[in-house]
Structure formats: structure tokens, C-alpha cells
């Protein structure tokens, strides 16, 4: 069972307001990231952190902004939602190169 | 970038029956994983092969790889109805170490 967990689940906000999306971690992984992911299509990955204080953009132009203060936290925050952002959120840690990643539940997000 | 390919897109199978499904890719890699997924929630990792091994064994899956063909393959055997899921394929090909996913082969098992 992955430790690692999203929050919320399932959130349906009106255009033009700010959320952070949760993503936690106890398995101490330097690595973390988040992926985006439309149903039935393959993961975006839209940010990542190597570690405390490291965040980079992924390969998907994205709106959104992360963090990293702590090695168990990585939250995303859209400033500003728009209807396009409409999607599943996955979170995702690795705590080696290349190899195995865990997985959050996801937060689906509903942009009205 | 998506560089991962599987097929079949989507695969419908009697409750019983093996499950094949094949993912290919375009560079030289270190490792190929397999993860399943289920509607609507995160990805399980299922298994991961090494560029040097040919065939892994997991329970019902099993994995082969050709690095010669650049293509791997999950059987899954005697499938069952909680077999029901989409299937991805990632591959460490990317300079930039992150994993490149496949579009996923969708797996229906019919009771």
C-alpha cells in the first residue's frame, strides 16, 4: 500500500479560483511529481522537485505553480482555473532513479 | 514527451483467458515498468524489467523484452474479472531522467 496521499479527491470550482492541490508523502522520497491526466490518455507530467527547495517544469505547459518546503509535501496551486484545466491530478514519489513510482489516488478537478 | 507506444488500445476478453498486451519505444534504455490503473484512480506499480533480462515473472504477469525490437510484452494468464483496468508502460529513455509513458491499453475482462 503506497503512502502517499492526495486531497481532495473530487473538487468543482467556478472559473477564476485559486485552489492548491495536496499531495503528501511519509516514505521520506526526495523525488516527487505531478501529472496530469485526461480520461483514457496517457500522463502529462507537468512538474517535479529532486528535493526540498527543487522544482522544474515538465514537459506540458502549465499554468500551475509547486512547492517543495518539506520532502513529504508538494502542493500545486492554479492561481486562476479555467474550464482547460479540467482534469485528473495525479501525484506521484520515487525515492530511486528511474524505478518504481508510487502513486496518489488523484484529485479529479471540475473547472465550471 | 509521449514516446511509448501500446497496442492493442483496448482489449476485451472472456474471464479465463490470457491477456496480451505489447508497449514499444524508440531509444535505448536502462529499464521498461508496468503499471496498472484503474478508472478513475492513481497508477500500481506491476513489475519492472532491466535492460539486461529477458523474461520476469510476477504471480499471473509476465514480462518479456527485446531490446533488439524495442518492445516489450505483459501477458497476463487466467484473467480475472478484477483484472479489469488500463495498463501502461514506462521506459527511462528520457535524458532528462523521467520515465516516458505509453497511452495505455485498456482491458476489459467479460464475466
Known amino acids: 500500500e503506497a503512502d502517499i496521499y492526495q486531497t481532495p479527491r473530487y473538487l468543482v470550482i467556478g472559473t477564476g479560483k485559486k485552489i492548491t492541490l495536496e499531495c503528501s508523502q511519509t516514505?521520506?522520497?526526495?523525488?516527487m511529481y505531478w501529472y496530469q491526466q485526461d480520461p483514457g490518455m496517457e500522463l502529462h507530467l507537468i512538474h517535479y522537485?529532486?528535493?526540498?527547495?527543487?522544482?522544474e517544469k515538465g514537459d506540458l505547459s502549465s499554468e500551475s505553480t509547486v512547492s517543495r518546503i518539506r520532502t513529504e509535501h508538494f502542493p500545486l496551486t492554479l492561481e486562476s482555473a479555467r474550464p482547460s484545466h479540467t482534469s485528473q491530478y495525479l501525484c506521484a514519489s520515487t525515492g530511486d532513479e528511474y524505478e518504481k513510482l508510487f502513486f496518489g489516488s488523484g484529485t479529479q478537478l471540475s473547472v465550471l | 514527451s509521449q514516446q511509448g507506444e501500446e497496442d492493442p488500445q483496448a482489449l476485451s476478453i472472456q474471464e479465463g483467458e490470457n491477456a496480451t498486451m505489447n508497449c514499444s519505444y524508440k531509444?535505448?534504455?536502462?529499464?521498461l515498468q508496468w503499471y496498472r490503473q484503474n478508472s478513475g484512480r492513481g497508477l500500481v506499480h506491476l513489475i519492472l524489467?532491466?535492460?539486461n533480462e529477458r523474461e520476469k515473472h510476477s504471480g499471473r504477469l509476465r514480462v518479456t523484452l527485446d531490446t533488439s525490437k524495442k518492445s516489450s510484452s505483459l501477458l497476463i494468464t487466467a484473467s480475472r474479472a478484477a483484472d479489469t483496468a488500463s495498463y501502461f508502460c514506462?521506459?527511462?529513455?528520457?535524458?532528462?531522467?523521467?520515465?516516458?509513458w505509453g497511452a495505455g491499453t485498456k482491458l476489459i475482462i467479460k464475466p
Open positions: 516514505m521520506g522520497h526526495d523525488k
Open positions: 522537485s529532486y528535493g526540498v527547495n527543487s522544482t
Open positions: 514506462a521506459t527511462d529513455e528520457d535524458s532528462n531522467y523521467q520515465l516516458i
Open positions: 524489467i532491466r535492460s
Open positions: 531509444t535505448s534504455i536502462n529499464n
